[in-house]
T-cell receptor, first 111, second 112 residues
Framework: EDKVVQSPLSLVVHEGDTVTLNCSYE??????LLWYKQEKKAPTFLFML????IEKKSGRLSSILDKKELFSILNITATQTGDSAVYLC???????????FGTGTRLQVTL | DAGVIQSPRHEVTEMGQEVTLRCKPI?????LFWYRQTMMRGLELLIY????????DSGMPEDRFSAKMPNASFSTLKIQPSEPRDSAVYFC??????????FGPGTRLTVL
């Protein structure tokens, strides 16, 4: 059974801090790894990673994939209260279009 | 461009009643997915369609759940009869490239 594990489950940081969120996976026939941000409503797409060692960057957010060690990290620098959300990691496998999601990391950024 | 549209946004019903959730995918997206999210189990894929055809329904919990996609712009997820353990947020998502999925706002279902 495909498995995606995220850590930590939750964390609280002060505005301006840098955080690193972790995602490890054990899946059959890996295709890509995706990060989503979920505030009060629907998950919104952040990044898709398919190749090891190539950093994806969007503003203060960045992510990288290690296909040898089977994990990805999501970094957020200079955090703001608007970054407070649940961050979901998902893995796409095989020829199917299914995504297997982790349970998420709940990030709270305080003033 | 409108995103994925779901209705209703909230549904409260009594055990044993039939519930129908609706979804309109983003125009031009050939893939449609139904997910369920709970605190205990996170986000779980129930079923997905490609070009209106169900491809994988292995995540559908049991025969009480059914889904249809009569055309490219509409899908329904039906629960009959509903049970309290079906209480969750149900998301619909659509995709053009099979992988990057765009989620609707969800339907929060409460079964009393």
């Amino acid at each position: 059974e495909d498995k995606v594990v995220q850590s930590p489950l939750s964390l609280v940081v002060h505005e301006g801090d840098t955080v690193t969120l972790n995602c490890s996976y054990e899946v059959t026939n890996f295709r890509s790894l995706l990060w989503y941000k979920q505030e009060k409503k629907a998950p919104t797409f952040l990044f898709m990673l398919t190749s090891s060692g190539i950093e994806k960057k969007s503003g203060r957010l960045s992510s990288i994939l290690d296909k040898k060690e089977l994990f990805s990290i999501l970094n957020i620098t200079a955090t703001q209260t608007g970054d407070s959300a649940v961050y979901l990691c998902a893995v796409s496998t095989g020829t199917a279009s299914k995504l297997t999601f982790g349970t998420g990391t709940r990030l709270q950024v305080t003033l | 461009d409108a995103g994925v549209i779901q209705s209703p946004r909230h549904e409260v019903t009594e055990m044993g009643q039939e519930v129908t959730l609706r979804c309109k995918p983003i125009s031009g997206h050939d893939y449609l997915f139904w997910y369920r999210q709970t605190m205990m189990r996170g986000l779980e894929l129930l079923i997905y369609f490609n070009n209106n055809v169900p491809i994988d329904d292995s995540g559908m919990p049991e025969d009480r759940f059914s889904a249809k996609m009569p055309n490219a712009s509409f899908s329904t997820l039906k629960i009959q009869p509903s049970e309290p353990r079906d209480s969750a947020v149900y998301f619909c998502a659509s995709s053009r490239d099979r992988v990057i999925q765009y989620f609707g706002p969800g339907t929060r279902l409460t079964v009393l």
